[in-house]
């Protein structure tokens, strides 16, 4: 009796194994089957097609991963053909501020599979020689995209150079611009961060912040030290309206971008015509890095470079309080001239 009962439940044993062995190599094919780039976790708002007007997922499969090869110059003229890519000219360019977030701005923009972006900043518009070129030349920078996408540049020189709107509003009229700004004071000494670090490198010295945003004669703010004339953005900003309405422009709050950068990328889709597309799956904090990295995908996933998010040397609480009494009538026109205002002390 008890030979009897062991067979069957060996038997049983067996029948059960072989189940579970055939769920899991059922499992291992359906998996194997399935697109590589698809998020297992249904979040609203993601990549998915929605309409015959919006783009297939498998664009974004394809700029992900063969983009990046036309992008390095890894495929013949037939493979371009083939698969519809041309280099298109920027429908939308961010021009500036310098230390205001335009990298980690164009970064997150391209989780947009509508968006294609220019790896390197040009410096098309700002410089002379590179102008001269011709627009031919400013398109073959560009990468490669699909018809439907939209292309987009950064070069934050743009802003603040005095040749650059006639220039682009020759290329383009109706083009979109957008203008990330951080509080002028902090973005000025952000500047000078950038600069020091460079001298450090070098094993040069560099004056103190203080020197410079100070003229020593008068002891007030120092307008002719660049990080300064940059952050009074209403003086730029004046020169580009000389071409482009108001409405061409779309200001980012650079600072909420560091610290809540979802509502701030679904204002910029808005202002440029896109289906909602960026969602919280594709923004996750970095603990260790301390700001918001970027999610794809679930297999690729990608942090701004070390240089970002350095660490600003103590300044003298003089100078940021006489700094910001300086910029604070400039802010004030700045707010009424774009209708959004920040809280800048």
């Known amino acids: 009796m008890l030979f009897k009962q062991q067979a069957l439940l060996r038997q049983k044993l067996f029948v059960l194994g072989s189940l579970a062995i055939g769920s899991l190599l059922y499992l291992v094919a359906r998996v194997g089957s399935l697109d590589r780039l698809q998020p297992i976790c249904p979040v609203d708002g993601r990549f998915r097609p929605h309409g015959q007007d919006e783009i297939p997922f498998r664009a974004l499969q394809f700029k992900r991963g063969l983009l990046h090869e036309f992008r390095k110059g890894n495929a013949t003229k037939e493979q371009i053909r083939l698969h519809n890519l041309v280099q298109q000219l920027p429908r939308a360019i961010i021009i500036g501020v310098r230390k205001g977030g335009t990298r980690a701005l164009l970064e997150m923009l391209n989780l947009h599979p509508a968006v294609v972006k220019a790896s390197q900043e040009i410096h098309f518009f700002d410089n002379d020689e590179n102008y001269a070129k011709g627009i031919e030349w400013y398109r073959k920078k ?107 422009f779309h200001i980012v709050d650079g600072d909420r971008l560091i610290t809540e950068p979802l509502p701030e990328l679904q204002l910029v889709e808005k202002f440029l015509n896109l289906p909602p597309r960026i969602s919280q799956y594709n923004l996750y904090f970095n603990a260790t890095r301390g700001f918001y990295c970027l999610r794809f995908n679930i297999v690729f996933n990608k942090c701004l470079a070390g240089s970002k998010g350095r660490i600003h040397p103590e300044v003298d609480s003089s100078v940021i309080t006489k700094l910001r009494k300086f910029f604070h009538p400039f802010n004030q026109k700045f707010y009424q001239i774009t209708g959004r205002t920040f809280n800048w002390p």
């Open 142 to 248: 560009m990468p490669f995209s699909y018809p439907h996408q939209i292309t987009i540049e950064k070069s934050p020189a743009y802003f603040i150079t005095e040749e650059v709107p006639e220039r682009i509003y020759k290329m383009n009229s109706s083009i979109k611009l957008l203008i990330i700004v951080r509080e002028p004071t902090t973005r000025a000494i952000s500047d000078y961060t950038q600069v020091l670090e460079g001298k450090e490198r070098k094993n040069k010295t560099y004056y103190k912040f203080e020197k410079l945003a100070i003229d020593p004669n008068t002891c007030e703010v120092n307008t002719k030290y660049k990080a300064v004339r940059t952050s009074i953005y209403t003086k730029h900003l004046e020169r580009w309206l000389k071409y482009f309405p108001i409405e061409q």
